[in-house]
């Protein structure tokens, strides 16, 4: 394996991206603040919940994510995203204008 082969991602932070991003933009949090800031919030809150899923090459990675990406898992980490969101949205960062 050649250096540029190696890699460190974290799976549990790819998966809690996408469904925070996706959650987000859908209609049941129209009212909350989805600024690059709140966001950011909400995604540390929910992956400091959550085990960390390390891996450091792709195949791990697709092996990793295909562990991770199951119903249960999925509704656990949702549990978490909806828990950071309102606490986010009661204590948020920055000022509203």
Known sequence: MEKND???????EEIVR??????????EYQ???NC???????IALTLNALPAKYVSNPRMRDAAFK???TPANIDMINREIIHAIYI????PKHTTV
């Open 18 to 27: 996408g469904l925070v991003g996706f959650m987000l933009r859908g209609p």
């Open 36 to 42: 690059y800031i709140c966001e950011t919030d909400v």
């Open 67 to 69: 562990e991770l990406n």
């Open 31 to 33: 009212a909350f603040c």
């Open 88 to 91: 986010v949205a009661r204590q």
């Open 6 to 12: 190696v890699i460190l991602v974290n799976v549990t």
